[in-house]
């Protein structure tokens, strides 16, 4: 913290008076017919001085597998912009999503934590996480822990609200989150960052971005830490590394590689919640995860391009519990975790539409090794698993005569080698009515869920004879621009799972020793609106935010199954200003205020029980200052000051923990 504030003094009073200075935005490139997704992106974001909430044509690649513009997207897609991430300064992707429609983030206490991003009332199992395009969700849960993801070299965030079965088979129920990288472009730059508060919270990061000739990179290495706010065993630490490489061989061919590695530590203090709300000083899990992935894409003619991908993903999981004299439990867990696999798509580009045709294989290995140790008996389970994942997929799309409408139509057939085949199919149209400066958008779609490795084959628990859970959802929507400063959606949605596989009594025994084991024996039914309202009344201010309602219901052959951690109501805001010139030539002033809401919601205590987890409101602020110093070899400064949940508001994301309190940071960039 001391080092932060005097690097941040230093950066105020050393320099001299700096003349303006006039910044070229690099050009960008071209996009001939049909080598849309062969182009680099589109402009850079703005920086955050010139951002601007309603982004009319943000072209996304999630929903369709290709670079497509929103505006022309049948299905409900969310988009978080890198700059959004960087102008609220937050080290961690997870905090800024609960700033999207439709959005829950359930965090079991302090930083470093399980974190659960879940879609529309689904389960964390339920939607689907890719990074770089890459399916990182754990085979032994089906969830994914967003709690050591950094905002380091993301560019944007897209969210898919709405099953993605037909393109992304399994997990993408609820929907799927693409978390991509910052493509290099322009001169070499490189920057520092330094920041630190209470809590011994601190944040180093270093980044580099750039093209040296046909070679485009960029990367970054971070590292963040705090002490937690419990009075012992609550730190946390996450270092992190993240590196995009784009080679342009020609016009027409691009090789791309990415790699990600993180190395988490969490002290576990709420362990021990289970015996009596008794706080654990020893629990401790470790984390390590890497990905790895190459690309190729090649544009065969002036309409027909592929692409080939290989990637593979090891996750691993340990954690330790040594017993003391208020708990003499013991528990030793060891979970590796790889998935390797391969990808491949053609797209040919008609002149009414374009035509997407793919294949995928995966092959997901994990070993889940427990060791518990009790006073009154002992569990240890050791099994593990080899699972094969083939699946094809088709999608086409139409653009009616006259551009009166854009409809989009496609399935996709997967095979598991744990039970057989799923057929999952998908359509939407978008009605553009330029006239009245609105859009009609409706679609359905189904998906399926493959179980879970514990659920398969966790002894005394897991049932080999699952079969997958089954959606199908509707969902339909307008979009209205109000001028050229506000635009507002409203969006209805209804979704149905079948076989969904829920715990079913047993009588305990040698084979059940839990009293229940997992079976396809629920149904969820929900239904929801969402509303979306963005404004940009006048020059350095805008507005965006959004609402939901979600009713759900549960129907098991379990009596008293009730939706668990699914708010009724919640909703965010985001209030952006920037000022320029506020104190001195081409000096820059932005800030944010965030507020998040969530509605009460049913939820189970760490005893086992269902009880109301209350509802809460957040307040987060952030300001930045860049005075634009005349350095030599600076190129940008900015210091910042950034303060989580201002008036320290007690509550809990998930029931029986504790959420942080107040946080606040100072922090000081150099670019170079």
Known sequence: MRLTLAIALLVIVAAAPAR?????????????????????????????????????????????????????????????????????????????????????????????????????????????????????????????????????????????????????????????VNVISKEGQGAPHFSLLSEGGNRGTERQVGTANGALGNLGYSGSISYQSTEGFRPFNDSSDNLSGALRLDYHLSGDTTVRGFARYIRSNVDLVNFSDSVGELLDPNAHQRGEFMLYKGEVEHNFAQRLWAKWSVFYVRNEIRLNNYPEPANLTAEADDIPEENRATDSELVYTWDWGRTLAGFEFHDRWARIRNNLLNPSFNLFSDFHHQRQEYAGYVEQEETLPGGIATLTGGFRVDGNSDFGEEVSPAWSLVIPLKRYGMSLRGSYSEGFRAPSFDELFFPGFGNPNLQPEISSEYDGGVTKNLGEAATVSVIYFSRRIHNLIVPVPCAVSPTCPFGSEAGNAGRVDTQGVEFIPALAPWHGLALSGNFTYLDETHRSAQSGSIPLRTPKYSASSTLHYSYNELLRAADALSADLVYVFVGDRDDVSPVGTILNNPAYHRFDFTINYSPALRWQRIRGEQIYVRVQNIFDRRYQQVLGFKSPPVNFVAGVTLGF
Do not use: C, W
């Open 20 to 176: 303006a200075q006039t910044v070229k935005a690099a050009p960008t490139p071209k996009t001939r017919a049909g080598k849309s997704s062969n182009t680099r992106a589109a402009g850079k974001h703005a920086p955050p001085s010139k951002r601007h909430p309603v982004k009319l044509s943000e072209v996304v690649v999630t929903a369709t597998r290709i670079r497509q513009p929103l505006s022309e997207i049948g299905t409900s897609v969310s988009v978080m912009p890198g700059s959004q991430l960087q102008d609220q300064k937050l080290g961690l992707v997870a905090p800024a999503m609960q700033q999207l429609p439709g959005v829950e983030v359930n965090q079991a206490g302090s930083p470093g934590t399980q974190t659960d991003v879940t879609i529309r009332g689904s389960t964390a199992a339920q939607t689907l996480v890719l990074i770089d395009g890459v399916d990182v969700n754990t085979v032994s849960t089906g969830g994914f822990d967003f709690s050591t993801i950094a905002t380091d070299n993301v560019e944007r965030v897209e969210v898919v609200r709405g099953s993605g079965g037909a393109l992304y088979g399994s997990q993408a129920i609820g929907g799927v």
